[in-house]
């Protein structure tokens, strides 16, 4: 059987050192620089000669017991799920996996901080991810226990826990920031943005081992979950990819890459011939978070040439697409249809290179730290009385690194999309980020660019940014006034390209996708 492959592209660039020396302070001097104070000094042992980096250990060590203790109720709770009703099971699975995936970020942090009090720039940026992504967790979690609706016990025992763990993160967060990555943000402010950086066809992607998907039965698997399943467990990058080849086809199956299938890279015959559909929504009975044709959880995971659906309707409200909660993972000439929440780009590191993306509400979202670069974005027709906002961006604490960066794509209407009034985003949460660049909007856009989530909420925290974009829609000049709201120069914009923002000239080279790094 003869099969191509895809154009592949790789570089290196240095890393940076970031270096931190051991001071002594008085932990009510570090817990007045968090955002949590009170809190902070009433969970700390009290002492006038400590190091960010002493507290900063203790406080992961704290979460990873919280992060447990949540861990045991839940399980507590699924011992019984026969007697308990299908969302309640659905939303307590979320928290259980979320979970999970948690306490092995928060054990690779400690490991990470255990016995240094310094870190390199890029293990900085890391460690940030992971804890960046432990809060975005448990934000989902806790937002699908808020839908349960009985036993309200239930809903009620958990909600109870839910600021005290909020608060926790964002304390852990803020002493590690002070404690080792107190260079990196600065870092990034004094970026070379002199010319765009290039990169373009290499061949030098290490694949470990090829299968054929085929729904004839010609090849290794007929289905995609079967390839997977065949994957190896915990595969590092050095050894190469899994090359999951799938042929052209439509394949009604529901796909999740789990979190122990690392490496994996999957390649189609192309938009609109390889095609995975299905159609979960929130109307049916799942939460967002499990309603995804395709989701992504292991590390390091690359899609190339694929459609993926989710055909619920703009009717069944929440429906999404691809949920991508995989650190370092790639789509590239991808198709992602849906109407609400179509692209859940929930967490970590991610990249989106010449795909589309089709929706109406929402249907970009998440709290990731993601760059989509040369994409196009189509609004389509929501259901009666609605508006479309293409991002609703979910970060929640000012010290995470995540926010949406959308370069150099297009935004114009699909063909439904009729005289639907289309904004590029609303504030989620409290900090909402997203930053449109040198990108191309269409008369679709509202004059005023942005909308409103509920009154005044966020309009001051967020930060929602436009630069050197083009177009009818790309007008500044009658754009929303509030405080949340920037038309930046290229010294700003620079800090959410694909180097600074997502740190892409480190991992981005061995999946073989092409992109440039700096401004156009």
Known sequence: MHYTFCTLALFFLSLHLVSSSTISFSTDTICNRTPFPSFCKSTVPANDSTSFQECGRFFIKQYISTNNDLLSIVDKYLENQKDLPLYTVRALQDCRDLG?????????????????????????????????????????????????????????????????????????????????????????????QSARRLYTVGANVIVNKTVVVDPTGNGDFTTISDALDAAPNNSIASYGYYLIYVMAGVYEEYVNVIKSKKYVMMIGDGINQTIITGNRSVADGWTTFTTGTFIVVGQGFVGVNMT?????????????????????????????????????????????????????????????????????????????????????????????????????????????????????????????R?????????????????????????????????????????????????????????TEAVNFDVSNFIAGDYWLPATGVPYYIGLM
């Open 434 to 490: 997203v930053v449109y660049m040198e990108s191309f909007m269409g008369s679709l856009i509202e004059p005023a660019g942005w909308s409103i989530w509920s009154g005044d909420f966020a309009l001051n925290t967020s930060y929602y940014a436009e630069y050197n974009n083009i177009g009818p829609g790309a007008d500044t000049t009658n754009r929303v006034t509030w405080d949340g709201f920037h038309v930046i120069n290229a």
């Open 100 to 192: 999970s995936l948690s306490s092995d970020f928060l054990t690779d942090t400690l490991q990470s901080i255990s016995s240094v009090s310094t870190l390199e720039a890029s293990k900085a940026k890391d460690v940030q991810s992971l804890l960046s992504a432990i809060q975005t967790n448990q934000e989902t979690c806790f937002g699908g226990v808020s839908t349960i609706e009985s036993p309200k016990e239930i809903k009620s025992d958990l909600q109870a826990r839910e600021l005290n763990t909020s608060m926790l993160g964002s304390v852990s967060l803020s002493v590690f920031m002070d404690g080792w990555a107190n260079g990196t943000s600065s870092a990034t402010k004094e970026a070379d």
């Open 308 to 432: 993926i659906r989710n055909t619920a309707g703009a009717v069944k409200h929440q429906a999404v697409a691809l949920r991508n909660n995989a650190d370092l993972s790639t789509f590239y000439m991808c198709s992602f249809e849906g109407y609400q929440d179509t692209l859940y780009t929930h967490s970590l590191r991610q990249f989106y290179r010449e795909c589309d993306v089709y929706g109406t509400v929402d249907f970009i979202f998440g709290n990731a730290v993601v760059v989509l670069q040369n994409c196009n974005i189509y609004p389509r027709l929501p259901l009666q009385g609605q508006f479309n906002a293409i991002t609703a961006q979910g970060r929640t604490d000012i010290n995470q690194n995540t926010g949406t960066s959308i370069q150099n794509c297009t935004i114009l209407p699909a063909e439904d999309l009729g005289l639907t009034k289309t904004y590029l985003g609303r504030p989620w949460k409290l900090y909402s």
